[in-house]
T-cell receptor, first 114, second 109 residues
Framework: ETGVTQTPRHLVMGMTNKKSLKCEQHLGHNAMYWYKQSAKKPLELMFVYSLEERVENNSVPSRFSPECPNSSHLFLHLHTLQPEDSALYLC?????????????FGPGTRLTVL | GQQVMQIPQYQHVQEGEDFTTYCNSSTTLSNIQWYKQRPGGHPVFLIQLVKSGEVKKQKRLTFQFGEAKKNSSLHITATQTTDVGTYFCAGYGNNRLAFGKGNQVVVIP
């Protein structure tokens, strides 16, 4: 158990639906991340939050909207997604930023967009 | 932008044999991290290398960071079935952490 939980673990949604992914870390970390993992592609960093402020947004389409209400929780709000958005969405946390080393990943949400 | 490439992308390794996976960056890195992802699982941190020429060992795993801090390798000896999975490197440089595509390892009993 890594101390980072994600819900739901699996999600199937239509292109017109609105859903949210939730991540919670129990490690007292001050940075949280959303990654997208697609087959045959590197892990793609989507968003970085440090001390609850968004510090990075890697040209992610606006149909993905992150929210970080506090240092332990991170959400990814989804709306009008496309089939190519189907992937494993991983949340991670760390103490310090990306340069500081170990990131703890959650189990991921397997998203399928029909 | 910064790119991290891993070779090979796939390996089939006989149980008991050794293998190596390589990571190369287009730019000089501040540090490099290695992660392992089991089938159906999530990435788990293995190690971070910071110094030029650094070598670290974890039991049967040996990690190296190149002198120029642009490449790294992971060498596993006496492969076991538990070594199955995808090994990712992630290089930190230019204020960004970039992951490679990973090396998927299949262990043949």
């Amino acid at each position: 158990e890594t101390g980072v939980t994600q819900t739901p673990r699996h999600l199937v949604m239509g292109m017109t639906n609105k859903k949210s992914l939730k991540c919670e870390q129990h490690l007292g970390h001050n940075a949280m991340y959303w990654y997208k993992q697609s087959a045959k592609k590197p892990l793609e960093l989507m968003f970085v939050y440090s001390l609850e402020e968004r510090v990075e947004n890697n040209s992610v389409p606006s149909r993905f909207s992150p929210e970080c209400p506090n240092s332990s929780h991170l959400f990814l709000h989804l709306h009008t997604l496309q089939p190519e958005d189907s992937a494993l969405y991983l949340c991670a946390s760390s103490q310090g930023g990306q340069e500081s080393g170990e990131q703890f990943f959650g189990p991921g949400t397997r998203l399928t967009v029909l | 932008g910064q790119q991290v490439m891993q070779i090979p992308q796939y390996q089939h390794v006989q149980e008991g044999e050794d293998f190596t996976t390589y990571c190369n960056s287009s730019t000089t890195l501040s540090n490099i991290q290695w992660y392992k992802q089991r089938p159906g699982g999530h990435p788990v941190f293995l190690i971070q290398l910071v110094k030029s020429g650094e070598v670290k060992k974890q039991k049967r795993l040996t990690f190296q960071f190149g002198e120029a801090k642009k490449n790294s390798s992971l060498h596993i000896t006496a492969t076991q079935t538990t070594d199955v999975g995808t090994y990712f490197c992630a290089g930190y440089g230019n204020n960004r952490l970039a992951f490679g595509k990973g090396n998927q390892v299949v262990v043949i009993p």
